[in-house]
């Protein structure tokens, strides 16, 4: 079955069209016009030519696709990609059907063909000075980055990357997300509240990694190459700002595996981890000629460590988490949707370091009747991949025992009491070590090592 | 049984050094005489004292590093276990060494350069071929043995991403000739675990004005010699470099593996660079042990040489840096980009790392290292196999003397170049018939007879014969060969039998093969620049 994507450069950004037998869709990535115009033409072929073969990849799995044909060169990436693609589908595999090996023959057997335009491309070296562009999702980690840059001095670009939400029938069911209408109100705010400007770029490339969009089964494809388009999608902030870096939100937990029941190690969020920041890097360096990078300023700390920092450190800042991805009907009014696991996991977090959840809009989720959104309590593919994992059910029993530490009670934590509080005061020690510890920080550079450290330090010996 | 320093098809002999990268230039001796490495002449010495003797690894600092002429692995050192190894690399006086470990098991591979042009290519370059070469000369080893990790003390390859995508593609052709086990090697390198070293690596581009010439290896091959050839008419005024990889010696099952590619070769250098007045620089290339089962004492297999053309690539970077080389000429022909499908579905190319596809990777690698300033190409992309020969004898048969295809492999190729015995002879023997090129003057015997006939993959496809000739892929081409060599009046049983067997065929198809075959197809990754040179000396030789 053939699957063919043309694309274009528009006065805004870039225009995505693919043709699946009879099924085609156009999608449109907007920046803001003057920063697009800005942007050096051949970098914006090499955006264009890249994320068409990093957004659809998995799409042509998805439909089951033997051939790609591509209207734009090969792209430079390619390979960086296939090899993201290449680490990412073990998981994608097992958290589909318990099969890590899913969807390796049909990736291996994916012929793509690209047009005969030349790729060369010469490094355009921006010039840039100790500055950063940051992703702002109003998560945790985004917003802890944030602080942390504007008080190491990096005089922070803020940008957010506007998926589209969901508003579809999907099988007889109404599947909608109300995520950019709360991210629109937050950055109004926020923007307001801090004297700054969010930049927004909104990336229809967002539609093609989701199944719902095309009425195909289930999957974690599509997910895999998220943080890596967003990386593509900042370049033009770097190169109008001139930005040394580009700084993601990945905590430490990026880096965690398991190992499926065949044996295979399965990253849920292998995008976010070191080893592909590293890849990312490489691929920044030949585009900037070496003078731009990515970091992530929490990869250090554990997620808890993350919350206890914003919540301390920058409280200002806190008020405007919304950690929610904001997908079902429970949250078309309210940012958290408090029917989740990502709301289970930080409303407990909340509730473990003194935060009042009601702040931030997140309902009680203490109740009984919500426990099946608590990975220490249940696993269901329905989960976010990290709490379905249970990657995360040691950090959330940690969380669980500081709440009734700090005087929760009632439901769950009731239920905690029975069935958990032992093993968690057993293990409170390791758990303080393993959850409140700065880890070594791999891709930070030592200069801002050197002034972000102290604050780790003070704020989690607090 | 199959030795696998096989080029797999025909023009990269695996085993048999430079073979694919296809360099020439005429070379500029003013400062790099002292340099070019001399040796004695072939003839005059043993296999063992010609290799032993050289200065050059005399002086090397590495206590137990070995001459790769021959290779000194005489015995297995057994297959690794699946275990981690690590695999340390240094930057030398005259080139690297990778050491690789596990356990007790410690060796090193050494790769030589001429010293002058590998003391004057820069630091931060040498470090990237440095860091990449250890990556790509490895990762297969942990498919053959399925390693649980390999870890470096180098720190991440700029270009580790794209060895993973050239390993995939090459195991999809491995697995198949393993009897359908493509999906064992994919999940074998699903859950293989590569840890560098945590520094950065280094940014590197090099600026510098290139000049319109080229570097390239050279192989005796006849893709070797017809890019020499071109080069030269077309002044590229072509740097000739050989890369020698050890000549295997070493009992494996009771049978003495013996190869003997260096000395032949040797014996056709020393000629050759008396008749042409050029120097062909030479690479000493230990890694080549690397890829050799029968080193590991482990079953028949393809796995290991999916990354020797890339590693050329790299190789050859002092030497386009030293030069102001602007291209790095490669001799893989129009078949290179053959495929066929597995019965697992999989597609599969003997040789995708001499594919046109593959080519435009390479280039992207050197398009980043080299700021644009290098190119990678193959001249003869764009013919077959069969309209490189014609090209060759016809337009520059003071060269076409000099080919040598065999990968002399066998016992039968001791004091001959050509073998005789191997599916590789059988097919340029055809070629040279079919060309009305006399195959004895190059020292190819008569072919023709019954007893040969295993050995032609238009009678028969074994495991036996080079991957190109036993997957079948090469089977008309040889069908028109036969059919040129009877209508030119060529004789003898094998004749006979094709006559009765495949000569209604061939009359019937004769049209459609020579348009296949002697067509001059689109040029992929051939410099427009070149290619209004090129392109009416293939129209004009191959319309004779």
Request: proline share 4%; glycine share 6%; net charge negative.
């Amino acid at each position: 079955m053939g699957f063919r994507v043309h694309t274009s450069i528009t006065p805004n950004g870039l225009s995505l069209r693919f043709d699946n037998s009879g099924i085609n869709s156009i999608e449109e990535v907007r920046f803001p016009s003057d920063i697009w115009r800005a942007f050096p033409s051949s970098l914006k072929e090499q955006l264009r030519d890249n994320l068409a073969y990093l957004s659809t990849v998995e799409l042509a799995l998805m439909f089951k696709a033997n051939e790609v044909d591509y209207d734009t060169a090969v792209p430079l990436f390619k390979s960086f990609f296939n090899d993201l693609f290449w680490k990412y589908f073990l998981y994608s595999g097992d958290s589909d059907c318990g099969d890590a090996l899913k969807y390796y023959p049909d990736f291996a057997r994916l012929e793509v063909s690209f047009s005969d335009k030349s790729s060369g491309f010469s490094p355009l070296v921006p010039d840039v000075s100790e500055r950063s562009v940051n992703t702002l999702t109003f998560g945790k980690e985004s917003l802890l980055s944030f602080g942390l840059a504007r008080e190491l001095g990096l005089n922070p670009v803020l940008f957010t990357v506007l998926d589209p939400d969901l508003n579809v029938n999907y099988r007889g069911e109404l599947v909608q997300s109300f995520t950019n209408k709360h991210l629109r109100s937050l950055a109004v705010q926020f923007e307001k509240k801090f004297e700054l400007k969010v930049h927004f770029v909104e990336n229809g490339l967002g539609n093609l990694r989701c199944n719902v969009n095309w009425d195909l089964e289930d999957t974690d494809l599509g997910s895999a190459n998220v943080i890596t388009e967003f990386m593509l999608l900042g370049l033009p902030l770097v190169y109008n700002f001139g930005c040394k870096y580009i700084l993601f939100g990945n905590e430490y937990s990026c880096d965690s595996s398991y190992v499926n029941k065949a044996g295979y190690t399965c990253f849920p969020a292998y995008d976010q981890s070191t080893g592909w920041m590293k890849q990312m890097n490489g691929m920044l360096s030949i585009l900037t000629g070496g003078k731009v990078s990515t970091l992530s300023l929490v990869q250090p700390l554990q997620e808890l460590a993350v919350a206890k920092l914003l919540y301390q450190r920058y409280p200002a800042l806190a008020c405007f988490q919304m950690s929610c991805h904001a997908d079902n009907v429970y949250a078309s009014e309210s940012r958290w949707c408090g029917h989740c696991s990502k709301c289970a996991r930080c409303y407990v977090f909340m509730k473990a370091l003194g935060f009042d959840p009601a702040s931030v809009g997140l309902s009680d989720m203490s109740s009984t009747q919500n426990k099946e959104y608590f990975s220490l309590f249940s696993s269901s593919q329905k989960m976010c991949a990290y709490d379905s994992a249970g990657v995360g059910r040691e950090e959330q029993l940690f969380a669980f025992l500081l709440a009734i530490q700090r005087g929760a009670s009632g439901g769950l934590f009731d239920l905690f009491r029975l069935r958990f509080y032992e093993e968690g005061v057993m293990r409170e020690k390791e758990f303080q070590e393993k959850f409140f510890r700065i880890y070594q920080p791999v891709n930070i550079p030592d200069h801002l090592w050197a002034k972000l450290k102290p604050i780790f330090e003070e704020e989690l010996g607090k | 049984m199959t030795i696998p320093r096989v080029d797999k098809k025909g023009c990269l002999a695996a085993g048999s050094p430079g073979s694919g990268v296809e360099a020439a230039a005429a070379l500029d001796t003013s400062s790099l005489s002292a340099e070019v490495i001399s040796l004695p002449e072939a003839s005059t010495v043993e296999n063992d004292s010609l290799l032993l003797e050289d200065p050059l690894v005399q002086e090397l600092p590495i206590d137990n590093m070995v001459w790769p002429g021959i290779s000194q692995v005489k015995s297995a050192f057994g297959p690794l276990k699946q275990n981690i190894v690590y695999v340390n690399s240094d930057i030398v006086e005259k080139g690297l060494v990778f050491t690789l470990k596990q356990g007790v098991f410690n060796h090193s591979f050494p790769l030589v350069m001429p010293e002058a042009i590998w003391s004057s290519f820069p630091d931060n370059l040498k470090k990237v071929v440095r860091d990449n070469i250890a990556h790509l000369a490895s990762v297969e080893l942990g498919v053959m043995f399925n390693l649980k990790k390999i870890k470096y003390d180098t720190p991440l390859p700029q270009f580790k991403s794209f060895f993973v995508e050239l390993v995939l593609k090459c195991l999809a052709y491995s697995g198949d000739c393993a009897s359908g086990k493509t999906m064992d090697y994919i999940s074998r390198l699903c859950n293989l675990e590569f840890s560098f070293d945590s520094q950065t690596p280094p940014y590197t581009t090099v600026d510098f004005a290139p000049e319109d010439r080229s570097v390239n290896t050279i192989t005796f091959g006849k893709e070797s010699l017809v890019s020499y050839g071109l080069c030269k008419e077309i002044g590229l005024n072509p740097l000739l470099v050989t890369v020698i990889e050890p000549d295997m010696d070493i009992v494996y099952r009771d049978e003495h593996l013996r190869s003997f590619e260096n000395k032949h070769k040797e014996d056709l250098r020393i000629q050759f660079e008396k008749e042409f007045e050029v120097q062909m620089h030479k690479i000493y290339n230990g890694l080549g042990d690397m890829n050799f089962y029968a080193h590991w004492g482990v079953d028949e297999t393809e796995l290991g040489w999916s990354s020797q053309l890339t590693q050329y690539m790299f190789f050859l970077l002092p030497f386009c840096y030293s030069f102001k080389s602007k291209y790095m000429v490669f001799g893989n022909e129009n078949s290179c980009d053959r495929y066929y499908y597995s019965k697992e579905g999989f597609k599969c190319y003997p040789v995708y790392d001499q594919s046109a596809e593959w080519i435009g990777h390479m280039n992207a690698m050197l398009h980043t290292m080299m700021n644009g300033r290098v190119k990678a190409t193959s001249l003869v992309q764009s013919i077959q196999e069969i309209a490189v020969a014609k090209v060759l004898y016809q337009r520059y048969p003071e060269l076409a003397k000099y080919q040598m295809s065999c990968h002399a492999d066998s016992d039968s190729a001791e004091f001959n170049r050509w073998c005789n015995t191997c599916s590789k002879c059988a097919r340029i023997y055809t070629f040279m018939k079919a060309l009305g090129f006399d195959p004895a003057s190059v020292g190819l015997k008569d072919m023709f007879s019954l007893e040969f006939k295993k050995h032609f993959s238009l009678f028969s496809q074994t495991k036996d014969m080079r991957g190109f000739d036993g997957s079948g892929l090469g089977r008309d081409e040889q069908l028109f060969a036969f059919y040129l060599a009877a209508q030119r009046g060529a004789t003898g049983d094998l004749i006979d039998l094709f006559k009765k067997d495949f000569y209604e065929e061939a009359a019937a198809r004769e049209e459609e093969l020579r348009t296949d075959f002697f067509k001059v197809h689109k040029p992929l990754n051939v410099p427009p620049v070149l290619w209004k040179k090129i392109k009416p000396i293939f129209e004009e030789e191959l319309r004779k």
